[in-house]
């Protein structure tokens, strides 16, 4: 049985894809901000095939990340997915503390993330270390606007490409992962092309795949590469 756990799991993209994962009987550790307010996961722990635990997990807060590591202890990881992500605070403007808060989220936490459980992945079976990424942190086809999300997923492509040359010595994978234009939360209003269940589908087919020479590379959920 694969062991997976997925930061921001209670709604989108992240509930689709422990949703899917547990149905296919995965043991499933569903991190989220608020466990008590997680319905869909509470419904999903109930009824689902596979165990899925659900763990608090605040990805801004160190503290949060050092008590998730106490509470895995040395539980092996096979894949670990850096999900959780936010569109940036002040939009289209640049303002100091929400640029920053948006680099936490989704540029430095699913690096510390990585690092905390690091011998939870490499004493996995699959060792496989996943980053929810965007086409937007792409720097050759960057069109201006949402300056401080375009800038945390360039950031987080490039700590995960490193962190994949470096881990390669251990064997762990590093998937970074476009998801497409997904019907979420963080696109409501706008007209995105694919459900949620969709793109957990084209991502898990990724994860699945990923060898040595998929390792680092920015591709989308269908495994379309994309430039940096
Ligand atoms: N939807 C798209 O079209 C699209 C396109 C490209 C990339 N993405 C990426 O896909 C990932 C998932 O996004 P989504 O579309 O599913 O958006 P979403 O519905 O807004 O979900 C975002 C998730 O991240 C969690 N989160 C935010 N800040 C957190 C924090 N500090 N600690 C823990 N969890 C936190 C949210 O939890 P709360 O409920 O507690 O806020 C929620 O579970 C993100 O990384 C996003 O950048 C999405």
Same mark, same amino acid.
């Given at each position: 049985?694969?062991?997976?756990?997925?930061?921001?799991?209670?709604? #989108?993209?992240?509930?689709?894809?422990?949703?899917?994962?547990?149905?296919?009987?995965?043991?499933? !550790?569903?991190?989220?901000?608020? $466990?008590?307010?997680?319905?869909?996961?509470?419904? +999903?722990?109930?009824?689902?095939?596979? $165990?899925?635990?659900?763990? $608090? +997990?605040?990805?801004?807060?160190?503290? =949060? /990340?050092?008590? %998730?590591?106490?509470? %895995?202890?040395?539980? $092996?990881?096979?894949?670990?997915?850096?999900?959780? #992500? /936010?569109?940036?605070?002040?939009?289209?403007?640049?303002?100091?503390?929400?640029? /920053?808060?948006?680099?936490?989220?989704?540029?430095?936490?699913?690096? +510390?993330?990585?690092?905390?459980?690091?011998?939870?992945?490499?004493?996995?079976?699959?060792?496989? %270390?996943?980053?929810?990424?965007? /086409?937007? #942190? =792409? &720097?050759?086809?960057?069109?201006?606007?949402?300056y401080a999300y375009r800038a945390s997923k360039a950031a987080l492509n490039n700590g995960m490409r490193g962190l994949s040359r470096v881990w390669a010595r251990d064997g762990i994978l590093v998937a970074l992962l476009n998801p497409g234009y997904v019907q979420t939360e963080?696109?409501? #209003?706008?007209?995105? !092309?694919?459900?949620?269940?969709?793109?957990?589908?084209? %991502?898990?087919?990724?994860?699945?795949? +990923? &060898?040595?020479?998929?390792?680092?590379?920015?591709?989308?959920?269908?495994?379309?590469?994309?430039?940096?």
């Open positions: 049985m694969s062991t997976v756990l997925i930061t921001g799991a209670n709604r #989108g993209i992240g509930l689709a894809l422990a949703q899917q994962y547990a149905t296919e009987g995965a043991e499933v !550790f569903a991190c989220c901000r608020d $466990p008590a307010k997680a319905d869909d996961l509470k419904g +999903l722990a109930a009824s689902s095939a596979g $165990p899925v635990r659900i763990i $608090p +997990l605040d990805v801004a807060d160190e503290f =949060s /990340i050092a008590s %998730l590591k106490r509470t %895995l202890g040395d539980q $092996p990881i096979d894949i670990l997915i850096n999900n959780a #992500g /936010i569109s940036g605070l002040s939009a289209d403007r640049i303002e100091a503390e929400g640029y /920053i808060t948006t680099m936490r989220v989704n540029a430095l936490a699913p690096m +510390l993330i990585a690092q905390t459980l690091y011998d939870n992945l490499r004493h996995s079976t699959q060792k496989k %270390l996943v980053a929810i990424t965007s /086409i937007m #942190g =792409s &720097t050759s086809s960057a069109a201006g606007g949402k963080m696109v409501k #209003g706008q007209v995105a !092309f694919i459900s949620a269940d969709e793109c957990a589908s084209g %991502l898990i087919a990724r994860i699945a795949e +990923l &060898t040595p020479a998929t390792s680092g590379v920015f591709q989308d959920y269908r495994g379309v590469r994309i430039r940096w």
